[in-house]
């Protein structure tokens, strides 16, 4: 009967807490990904680097490129 008593108790409070971990490394691994996405963007931009330039600004930089070597 104890056993019983121990295994409607337990399951429940074993539920929670396989919860909580799963919510904490959820949270954990989204915060670690939001601050390598803002690390990346920060190494971007100190170096002067876009990912990904329309082709008219390509166009205007290749045109002032060529201008500026004459």
């Known amino acids: 009967m104890e056993i019983n008593v121990l295994q ?6 074993l ?11 959820v949270v954990s691994f989204s915060e670690l ?7 990346l963007e920060e190494r971007e931009d100190s170096v002067g680097f876009r990912s ?15 201008q500026s070597k004459y």
């Open 8 to 13: 409607q108790m337990g399951l429940p409070v």
């Open 15 to 25: 539920g929670i807490v396989a919860v909580a971990a799963l919510t904490f490394y």
């Open 52 to 66: 990904s330039l329309s082709s008219r600004e390509r166009r205007a930089r290749r045109k002032a490129d060529k």
């Open 33 to 39: 990904r939001e601050k390598s996405f803002k690390d």
